[in-house]
């Protein structure tokens, strides 16, 4: 018995019309996983699209990514916010740049309140006394060694 063949050009068109465009596009380009698919998706938006569409009418509950502009935005809106936030430690700060008294300093030690509200007292900004306080420890572990070395 004489197994059955098909002319050429019908074996031709049979393989291009059965082949999936990503056969098609797999074996001149030479593609392999990620690449692969990025590009049957570019080839194929119509379809890529419409199976996005299907997902999402079956799924509801999942939400859209929020655009980019809108969280850039966001992102600058919170930045700012934050930066009035850091900035209004200084805004009891008259004394700038003046030298601390003794009296600033005992009232830095023995002060038990926050320092925001050491500050409004001050009239020193909540960075200078975090300074000051750093360094008066800085001073006195110096002192201690001099001692130390004595």
Not at 47 to 60: D, G, L, N, V
Request: glycine share 4%.
């Amino acid at each position: 018995m004489k197994a059955h063949t098909m002319p050429k050009d019908v074996e031709e068109l049979s393989a291009a019309s059965v082949g999936s465009a990503m056969r098609e596009t797999r074996k001149p380009v030479g593609l392999t996983g990620l690449e692969y698919r990025k590009e049957w998706n570019r080839l194929n938006r119509d379809r890529t699209r419409a199976a996005w569409r299907r997902y999402m009418e079956r799924h509801p509950e999942r939400k859209r990514k929020i655009p980019r502009d809108v969280v850039s935005k966001y992102r600058s809106e919170r930045r700012h916010k934050d930066k009035g936030r850091y900035y209004a430690g200084w805004e009891n700060a008259s004394q700038r740049q003046t030298r601390w008294t003794a009296k600033e300093t005992e009232l830095l030690v023995t002060h038990t309140g926050t320092d925001r509200e050491l500050s409004a007292l001050l009239g020193r900004s909540i960075s200078a006394i975090q300074h000051r306080r750093r360094r008066m420890k800085t001073d006195e572990s110096a002192n201690a060694q001099d001692q130390r070395q004595r």
